[in-house]
């Protein structure tokens, strides 16, 4: 079993909508959760970091649950530069554990 | 935060070859960390490299396949060696933020070898 676990998508979404993504991971002792956004051809980049209490930036929002061990990114009113893949990603000892990756494709 | 770049952006290698990535960061920092990014994969840890010491490799990645040096608290290379077909990846190399929490990641190395 993987660590982290990610539905691999495509989410395939027209513009304006709302998206969830889902995120498990396996390790209890991890300290922390993120997510980042990997463009094609491009490195993975931070786009948020998770927390217990939720939290918000613009359009995006986390949320942690350490009792199920779950992790989600929900997008409002998506927009085509959304399109991209969203890496969940823990925090183990000081070495970040990847998941593979949720690709989201937003259509016109 | 930091400012990362990695030489070479992408090669093509001859199988039984080896290739150097060098990763240069605009900041002094005690650890760095380089990846390996496999088609259609996540990023997996490689090594961790600290300045003045030897670098400690993951599970499944030995020294003599990837040789890194750490010369100063700015720059770090990792070398693919004797390289095969299975090897063709996206290398990236990061940093840990300020506050140790997360890490940056320079643009990557994609290798191909033929």
């Known amino acids: 079993r993987k660590e982290v676990e990610q539905d691999p998508g495509p989410f395939n979404v027209p513009e304006g909508a709302t998206v969830a993504f889902n995120c498990t991971y396996s390790?209890?002792?991890?300290?922390?959760f993120f997510w980042y956004r990997q463009d094609c051809r491009k490195e993975p980049k931070l786009l948020m970091s998770?927390?217990?209490s939720g939290n918000e930036d613009g359009r995006f929002t986390a949320q942690l649950n350490r009792a199920s061990q779950y992790i989600s990114l929900l997008i409002r009113d998506s927009k085509l530069s959304d399109s991209a893949t969203y890496l969940c990603v823990a925090l183990s000892s000081y070495k970040l554990i990847f998941g593979s990756g949720t690709r989201l494709l937003v259509r016109p | 935060s930091a400012v990362i770049s990695q030489k070479p952006s992408r090669d093509i290698c001859q199988r039984g070859t080896s290739l150097t990535i060098q990763c240069q960061v605009d900041s002094q920092v005690t650890m760095m960390f380089w990846y390996r990014q496999q088609p259609g994969q996540s990023l997996t840890l490689i090594a961790t490299a600290n300045q003045g010491s030897e670098a400690t490799y993951e599970s499944g990645f030995v020294i003599d396949k990837f040789p890194i040096s750490r010369p100063n608290l700015t720059f770090s290379t990792l070398t693919v060696s004797n390289m095969s077909p299975e090897d063709s990846s996206i290398y990236l190399c990061?940093?840990?933020?300020?506050?140790?929490?997360?890490?940056?990641f320079g643009p990557g190395t994609r290798l191909t070898v033929l």
């Open positions: 998770v927390y217990s």
């Open positions: 990061s940093v840990p933020s300020d506050r140790g929490d997360t890490q940056y």
């Open positions: 390790n209890s002792a991890s300290q922390s």
